[in-house]
């Protein structure tokens, strides 16, 4: 199932669901979940411009270091699924999907080794 599915079927105002999927940065939501998206597509788009800066400004936006490193697996995981499945030109079993969902909605707080700064 594509994204724009996944999110239309799961949500409580597919409406909504399909105006976000078009064009999130038309839609009105709130500065913290504009400012996720707009780090995701930044991610998705050009992973090395990610900066110091881009977390420093999620966290201005009152997201901690569990919702951080949750929104980069989580886009980091779209990502590799839908390369994945793009370069094989195939879908991803729907068992597969369940288990990327449970892995994605685990707790992250023991992963505190990857919240370590890189060196400049």
Same mark, same amino acid.
Request: aromatic content about 6%; hydrophobic content about 35%.
């Given at each position: ?31 913290? &979940? @504009? ?5 995701? !597509?930044?991610?998705?788009? $050009?992973?090395?411009?990610?900066? =110091? ?28 699924? &839908? @390369? ?5 030109? !195939?879908?991803?079993?729907? $068992?597969?999907?369940?288990?990327? =969902? ?19």
């Amino acid at each position: 199932m594509a994204h724009g599915g996944f999110l239309r079927q799961h949500s409580d105002d597919p409406e909504f669901s399909s105006h976000i999927m078009h064009d999130y940065t038309q839609v009105d939501l709130d500065e913290q &979940t @504009r400012g996720m998206l707009d780090f995701a !597509v930044k991610l998705t788009k $050009n992973p090395s411009g990610n900066k =110091k800066e881009d977390v420093e400004r999620l966290r201005s936006l009152g997201l901690d270091d569990q919702q951080i490193l949750s929104t980069v697996l989580i886009t980091c995981c779209f990502n590799f699924m &839908t @390369r994945l499945a793009d370069g094989l030109g !195939v879908e991803i079993q729907e $068992n597969r999907v369940e288990a990327a =969902k449970r892995w994605m909605s685990a707790d992250v707080q023991g992963m505190s080794w990857l919240m370590d700064r890189k060196e400049e």
